[in-house]
């Protein structure tokens, strides 16, 4: 299962950049799963309030599962916080061509920064497996071997690129 990670400050476009690669990456033809770090210190909000598998974790269960037709929804109380390795553990169950994770800035796997102001830049210390920067504006500097950079106009040729990290798997 191929990964790529999407990772930025707050408002430089992460979602918007996942959703058109998921867009563009079902057209042709694959099978793409995300994660999503919510970074910001608050308990998620249950979307099935009132809903029987609401009312199982209200007695006490750690986790609940709703299957219907070909949909699971999965919701698990952890006494620690998630890892992106655990989910990604859950998702190998999965016939996926690949992953898309926003967030987890300090887990090692293929990156893409979003770098809209070049304070965002503070962003590269001590980050690891850094492939891709999308930018939205000249950032003098900004030049590293081995690093493919895209302006924040180039639609076409950033969403190729990231087609063709997760597409290897899928010939």
Excluded: C
Excluded at 22 to 41: D, P, R
Excluded at 114 to 123: F, K, N, Q, W
């Amino acid at each position: 299962m191929k990964l790529l990670q999407i990772v930025g400050f707050s408002n430089s476009g992460k979602t918007t950049l996942i959703e058109k690669a998921l867009q563009y990456m079902v057209e042709k033809g694959l099978s793409v799963a995300t994660i999503k770090h919510h970074g910001h210190g608050k308990k998620l909000l249950a979307l099935d309030t009132g809903k029987d598998s609401h009312r199982y974790r209200e007695a006490g269960a750690v986790g609940s599962a709703v299957a219907a037709s070909e949909t699971l929804q999965l919701q698990v109380q952890k006494k620690e916080p998630w890892s992106a390795e655990e989910i990604l553990s859950i998702y190998e169950k999965l016939d996926l061509d690949g992953v898309l994770i926003e967030g987890f800035k300090q887990e090692p796997f293929p990156k893409i920064a979003m770098i809209r102001h070049t304070e965002d830049l503070t962003m590269f210390e001590g980050m690891e497996n850094l492939q891709a920067v999308i930018y939205w504006e000249a950032i003098d500097g900004l030049e590293k071997k081995g690093i493919s950079f895209f302006h924040i106009k180039e639609e076409q040729a950033y969403l190729e690129w990231m087609y063709q990290q997760l597409e290897a798997k899928h010939e």
